[in-house]
Structure formats: structure tokens, C-alpha cells
């Protein structure tokens, strides 16, 4: 990974304008936030900064307001929460640049925090408008990314305005370029990813990636079944891509020249009507399913083997859970492999890394988060980099 500052970095901040970009996008229900993870990945590098004398200016977009100012899309709407989950009152300043900016951090003594508005009400953010970040910078001393999330988007705040002031890592995104890394960066090897979830066209890419840079691809899920298909094996009504056999099918070659073992389930759990605990549960080997039968989630002999593939590893990845998890019995698998990765994770024996919207939410009904390495809230930007892409954002902060 390239070198990048951090937090450490900055000699005397007192008095400084920092601009903080952080994720506040916040899932909202009427008129205030229903989760406020984002909120405090970000709060130790608030805090922080605080703490140093810095003032503190947050920059987040919230929702998409595309280039024009809305009173509903407003980041004061998350004002409130902001200042609950820090315990300190902020200032919210409803411009970013420009002579009321200025004035308003001008009014902040060492220390304060505030908060401009929506990033996105100006149409200079998405399109990375260097004039644009020129002036937010106009009235600041550094900057600082905080939002991972954000980072695979080349906006003006996420990547713009590391081109026209001295950038840092803020802390939240320092953990998670350091996670990301111990995982498939520079892992130590053997490194075994778990790719799952409902379809392949949409991890394509990531199995690209995966297939030539770890030792064990685990593949489980809805997508494990186009797999089965493309080796001939009757899924019967499971969900399946009929049309990515080939695809399937390139990807293991390319599996086998890079010395890469793909580990498809042999046992699975089937039923005929997608319900909770259906009359037609069975489990039965990948050969025996009938016709009018569906794949839902990986069998008991299958999970355990995988564990057993687990305990070999040094690293593990894991983006997409192993079956329809939301619907019980079928979160069996994903329960079982995530307390084993927990296990040994807390033994000392894995670096666990996980990351996706559903696989965040497989992850903490195992009761596992706090037991694994690190989980990543991030979505998009956790995906582009399971993908092998380099995100804008971060590559501005590695300059
Ligand atoms: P993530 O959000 O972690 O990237 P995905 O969105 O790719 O994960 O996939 C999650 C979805 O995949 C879940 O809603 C789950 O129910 C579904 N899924 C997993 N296994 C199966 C299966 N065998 N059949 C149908 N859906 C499945
Ligand atoms: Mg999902």
C-alpha cells in the first residue's frame, strides 16, 4: 500500500481550519437518523482533532441532490444527531465556500466544530471541479478524509481537495486501509476469500480479482449454484445464471492455472416453497436435487470442510453471505463459517476482513462483529476494492 499521513503527521493544529470530509449520509426516518454507525466511525477523528485546537469543519453529502439546493436533502437534518453522538454542540453553516463561509469560521474559536451543508448542492462536487475545491479550500489550513465509503468516488471532496491542501487519513480511514491491506494487500498467506450472495453478475469482477490472489475461493450462496450448473449439475429452481456457465467456468480455469482451489458446496439445503422453516426442508448431496427443488443454503458436511479450510488460512476475506440467511434455517452455513472465522480469529490464528450490506447484517445476526478482524460498512467503495480497483479517493491521499 502506498505511504499516506495520517493523524500523526500534523505537527500544531491550534487555531488551524481543518475540512473533515465524513460519511453522514444516514438512513433517515421521519426527520431523523435510524443508525448512526457512520456518525461514530467518524467521532474519534472529530474528537480529535477538537481535542488539538483544530477547527473543525465537517463536509458530507447526504442523499442526491444533483447540483441544486434542497430544504429536505439539507445536512442540518442530521445536525442533531451529529451533535448527540459526539456530546457536543456544532455550528451548522449552510454554505461551503465562499464570503458566509468564511465568516462563519471565522466566528469558531479553537476547538469548535461546524458543519457546512450538502457537498452535492453544488454541481462542482461530482464533477470534481478543481475551481470548486479551490474554493472550499480558500478558508482552510488542511484536509481530511474520513469516509472510506465515499473514497471510491472522485468528487471534489473526496478527492479534489487533496490536490490543493496537505491531506490526511483521518482515523477511521487509516483502520480501514490498514484492515484492507493485512487482507489483500500484503496478506500473509494461505489467504481464503468467501464470496456468496444472490447472483455472479453482480460479484463478477470481484471473482476475477480473487481467483489469481488467493490460495482458497470459497464460493457459497445463490451464485455457488451457476457454478454447479456450469459443471453440469441439475440445480433444479434454485436461483441460477444459466447464462454465466461459461463465465463460471472461465473463472475456474483461471482458478486453476493461478494455483487457486474454488471450493463449491457438496451438500446443500433445499426446499420446494421459499418460507420459514418449509414441510419440504431436506438436505441432500448437490446430485439429488429434484426438479421442483431450490438451493438455499450450503449443507452441514460442506460448512464443516469449509472450516476446516479455515483452520489452514492465515487470512480471510469475505463479501456475500453463504445462503438466504434473512429466512430461517437457511442462515445455518453463514452462522457456522462466521463463528469459525470468529473463533479462530480470537485464537490468533486468522485475520478475518468482511464487508458488504447483507454480509454486515449475516455478521452480526452470527453475533460475531466484534469477534472478527474488521468489518466494513463501506458498500461500494468495500466492493471496487474486492474488485482490485484503486479508489480515487484514497489514491489522492497516497500522493
Ligand atoms: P452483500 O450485500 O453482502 O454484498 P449480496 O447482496 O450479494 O451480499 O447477497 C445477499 C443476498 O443473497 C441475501 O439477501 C441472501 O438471501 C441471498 N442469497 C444467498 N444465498 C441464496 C440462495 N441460495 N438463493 C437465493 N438467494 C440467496
Ligand atoms: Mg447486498
Not at 454541481?123 to 474554493?135: L, M, R, T, W, Y
Not at 460448512?303 to 437457511?330: I, Q, R, Y
Request: with cysteine; hydrophobic share 45%; aromatic share 4%.
Amino acid at each position: 500500500m502506498a505511504g499516506f499521513k495520517t493523524l500523526d503527521d500534523l505537527g500544531d493544529v491550534t487555531g488551524k481550519v481543518a475540512l473533515v470530509r465524513v460519511d453522514l449520509n444516514l438512513p433517515m426516518k421521519d426527520g431523523s437518523a435510524t443508525d448512526v454507525t457512520r456518525v461514530e466511525a467518524a467521532k474519534p477523528t472529530i474528537l480529535e482533532l477538537s481535542e488539538k485546537g483544530a477547527k473543525v469543519i465537517l463536509l458530507a453529502h447526504f442523499g442526491r441532490p444533483k447540483g441544486a439546493r434542497s430544504s429536505v436533502l439539507s445536512t442540518s437534518m442530521v445536525q442533531g444527531d451529529v451533535e448527540r453522538v459526539l456530546g457536543k454542540e456544532i455550528m451548522f453553516i449552510p454554505e461551503v465556500a465562499g464570503p458566509v463561509a468564511a465568516q462563519a469560521i471565522g466566528i469558531l474559536s479553537a476547538g469548535d466544530i461546524g458543519l457546512m451543508d450538502n457537498v452535492r448542492f453544488w454541481p462542482g462536487e461530482e464533477a470534481n471541479d478543481a475551481e470548486f475545491a479551490k474554493a472550499i479550500a480558500a478558508n482552510a489550513d488542511f484536509y481530511v478524509n474520513d469516509a472510506f465509503s465515499a473514497a471510491h468516488r472522485a468528487h471534489a471532496t473526496t478527492e479534489g481537495l487533496a490536490h490543493v491542501l496537505p491531506a490526511y487519513a483521518g482515523r477511521a480511514m487509516e483502520k480501514e486501509l490498514k484492515a484492507l491491506d493485512a487482507a489483500l494487500g500484503t496478506p500473509q498467506p494461505p489467504v481464503a476469500a468467501v464470496v456468496g450472495g444472490a447472483k455472479v453478475s453482480t460479484k463478477l469482477a470481484v471473482l476475477e480479482n480473487l481467483v489469481g490472489k488467493v490460495q482458497h475461493l470459497i464460493i457459497g450462496g445463490g451464485m455457488a449454484n451457476t457454478f454447479l450448473a456450469a459443471k453440469g449439475v441439475d440445480v433444479g429452481k434454485s436461483l441460477c445464471e444459466h447464462d454465466l456457465t461459461d463465465t463460471a467456468n472461465a473463472i475456474m480455469a483461471r482458478a486453476d492455472e493461478s494455483g487457486c482451489t474454488v471450493h463449491l458446496p457438496y451438500d446443500v439445503v433445499v426446499a420446494k416453497e421459499f418460507a420459514a422453516n418449509p414441510p419440504s426442508l431436506r438436505t441432500c448431496n448437490v446430485h439429488e436435487v429434484a426438479a421442483d427443488e431450490m438451493i438455499l443454503d450450503v449443507g452441514p458436511l460442506a460448512t464443516e470442510a469449509l472450516g476446516d479450510v479455515l483452520k489452514t488460512c492465515a487470512t480471510l476475506v469475505w463479501n456475500g453471505p453463504m445462503g438466504a440467511f434473512e429466512t430461517p434455517p437457511f442462515d445455518a452455513a453463514t452462522v457456522a463459517l462466521a463463528r469459525m472465522a470468529a473463533a479462530l480469529t480470537q485464537e490468533g490464528s486468522l485475520i478475518s476482513v468482511a464487508g458488504g450490506g447483507d454480509t454486515v447484517a449475516a455478521l452480526a445476526h452470527a453475533g460475531v462483529t466484534d469477534d472478527v478482524t474488521y468489518i466494513s460498512t463501506a458498500g461500494g467503495a468495500f466492493l471496487e476494492w474486492m474488485e482490485g480497483k484503486e479508489l480515487p479517493g484514497v489514491a489522492a491521499l497516497s500522493k
